[in-house]
């Protein structure tokens, strides 16, 4: 699956990423981006 996103997207999700301490899917934050 490749997906393809802004830099001001990329900043946020890598923002979620090391905010994220459990394991929630990321299902929802991806498609609103997607």
Request: no cysteine; hydrophobic share 40%; net charge positive.
């Amino acid at each position: 699956m490749k997906i393809e996103i802004t830099e001001k997207a990329k900043e946020e999700l890598k923002k979620a990423l090391e905010l994220r301490k459990d394991n929630k899917p990321l299902r929802i934050y991806v498609a609103a981006y997607g």
